[in-house]
């Protein structure tokens, strides 16, 4: 199983970005798809997830700003983030797990993918 985010880069504040999520070894409707970040010096800490029915969480810090989505024929997610603030700099991860319960409340995917970094300048 492979998992690779892109999409990370330099911004500014109140900029955008959309990363992506390319999985392979997977079938994405057979899974939830989670992101998570890790700022330095800090816990990797939940910012979304999509269940294999399409529903959606997201953690009260990006509420209304982060958008998730995926495409199952591509077996692809999506993480659309607006508004970024300084505090969203990070590491982004991807990740998947066929439980969300485990993905989402437990933070135990069954796989983690490598990380895409996104850097908000104020």
């Known amino acids: 199983v492979q998992l690779q985010a892109s999409g990370g880069g330099l911004v500014q504040a109140g900029g955008s970005l959309r990363l ?5 070894g997977v079938t ?33 810090p990006v509420k209304g700003r982060f958008t998730v989505s995926r495409d199952t024929a591509k077996n692809m997610a999506f993480l659309q983030i607006d508004s970024l603030k300084a505090e969203d ?12 319960f485990n993905l989402w409340i437990k933070i135990m995917p069954d796989y983690w993918g490598q990380g895409t970094l996104v850097t908000v300048s104020s």
């Not at 992506?20 to 392979?24: E, G, I, P, T």
């Not at 800090?42 to 269940?51: A, L, T, W």
Request: aromatic residues 18%.
């Open 20 to 24: 992506s999520c390319a999985a392979s």
């Open 28 to 60: 994405f409707d057979e899974y939830a798809i989670g992101w998570f970040r890790q700022a330095p010096g800090k816990e990797r800490e939940r910012v979304s997830v999509i269940s294999k029915y399409g529903d959606t969480n997201y953690d009260d």
């Open 89 to 100: 700099t990070a590491v982004y991860y991807c990740s998947v797990a066929k439980s969300w």
